[in-house]
T-cell receptor, first 113, second 118 residues
Framework: GENVEQHPSTLSVQEGDSAVIKCTYS??????FPWYKQELGKGPQLIID?????GEKKDQRIAVTLNKTAKHFSLHITETQPEDSAVYFC????????????FGRGTQLTVWP | GAVVSQHPSWVICKSGTSVKIECRSL??????MFWYRQFPKQSLMLMAT?????????EQGVEKDKFLINHASLTLSTLTVTSAHPEDSSFYIC??????????????FGSGTQLSVL
């Protein structure tokens, strides 16, 4: 099955700096790569996603890049704010069922004011 | 965006009892829903895929007789943890697949249910 690796496990940045989280996946058939933000005691919230026919996608301060050849994708957050502090998960999905997601282990992002 | 409601948000039960968790898609129809569990400070692990009107598909290692899933309508899936034991204590999260419309085939998660078995 699919195996998703995520790094780093923890990330601390100063407010205003950029944060980058990287993930790799193993199944070349995977074609959907969402990123989720999870706050303590809550369900994951979709922040951005990308599909395998697109190399980069941006939404305001958040961007995701995908390198299908190398099987890795990254989340970029610019101009970080304290409210960006949370656990971020990458995931990969393939085949006919979008929702059969395989998650990375998560990155605890802390943004210091 | 689409809303997925999960209930209850937390539940405490005695060992040996059964607990039912509901997952509803509020403003869209979801032919497919998914159930995950998450241990503290760990990732989400897919338990099963719930298809409306048919039997759920369980991931390897998940006991189907212990985690009963029913998807009787296009907006509701339930997970029943039968004869719960302390090791079943976990954060259970559902998700629903939204097809078409403005959300263009995305997956939305419920807010989760924290189960504590005493």
């Amino acid at each position: 099955g699919e195996n998703v690796e995520q790094h780093p496990s923890t990330l601390s940045v100063q407010e205003g700096d950029s944060a980058v989280i990287k993930c790799t996946y193993s199944d070349s058939a995977s074609n959907y790569f969402p990123w989720y933000k999870q706050e303590l005691g809550k369900g994951p919230q979709l922040i951005i996603d990308i599909r395998s026919n697109v190399g980069e996608k941006k939404d305001q301060r958040i961007a995701v890049t995908l390198n299908k050849t190398a099987k890795h994708f990254s989340l970029h957050i610019t101009e970080t704010q304290p409210e960006d502090s949370a656990v971020y998960f990458c995931a990969a999905s393939g085949g006919s069922t979008l929702g059969r997601l395989y998650f990375g282990r998560g990155t605890q992002l802390t943004v210091w004011p | 965006g689409a809303v997925v409601s999960q209930h209850p948000s937390w539940v405490i039960c005695k060992s040996g009892t059964s607990v039912k968790i509901e997952c509803r898609s509020l403003d869209f129809q979801a032919t497919t829903m998914f159930w995950y569990r998450q241990f503290p400070k760990q990732s989400l692990m897919l338990m099963a895929t719930s298809n409306e009107g048919s039997k759920a598909t369980y991931e390897q290692g998940v006991e189907k007789d212990k985690f009963l899933i029913n998807h009787a309508s296009l907006t509701l899936s339930t997970l029943t943890v039968t004869s719960a034991h302390p090791e079943d204590s976990s954060f259970y999260i559902c998700s629903a697949e939204s097809l078409g419309g403005t959300d263009n085939e995305k997956l939305f998660f419920g807010s989760g249910t924290q189960l504590s078995v005493l």
